[in-house]
């Protein structure tokens, strides 16, 4: 079982940035993502994916060249940095634990409970 738990989202002018974070129970051996979900009902989204030694990852084509996704093994976190905020980023972000590299998030075995994103305009 890996428990997973976002922190840092919030109400944020669009243009300016925001940090997330999510801390796991174990983490090292999996591939790790994004994912979020607007208020309007829309089927989770994969944003981003890094796999295990930080060294693939994958962007989804509305946040390439904004979000930055990244981990640090040694403390067992997960981050996306998010730039350039626009107000369709916003949504519940969701970070999520799988066995392989993918954007399938049924392929996701362990979900963290989600974290808010406002971006007004």
């Known amino acids: 079982q890996v428990l997973l738990t976002e922190s840092g989202g919030g109400l944020v002018q669009a243009g300016y940035s925001l940090r997330l974070s999510c801390a796991a129970s174990?983490?090292?051996?999996?591939?790790m993502a994004w994912f979020r979900q607007a208020p309007s009902g829309k089927e989770r989204e994969c944003v981003a994916?890094?796999?295990?030694?930080?060294?693939?990852?994958f962007y989804a084509d509305s946040v390439k060249g904004r979000f930055t996704i990244s981990r640090d093994n040694a403390r067992n976190s997960l981050y996306l940095q998010m730039n350039s905020l626009k107000p369709e980023d916003t949504a519940v972000y969701y970070c999520?634990?799988?066995?392989?590299?993918?954007?399938?998030?049924?392929?996701?075995?362990?979900w963290g409970q989600g974290t808010q994103v406002t971006v007004s305009s």
């Open positions: 999520a634990a799988a066995r392989w590299f993918t954007t399938l998030p049924n392929q996701y075995s362990y």
């Open positions: 174990e983490f090292s051996t999996y591939h």
């Open positions: 994916v890094i796999n295990p030694t930080g060294s693939s990852t």
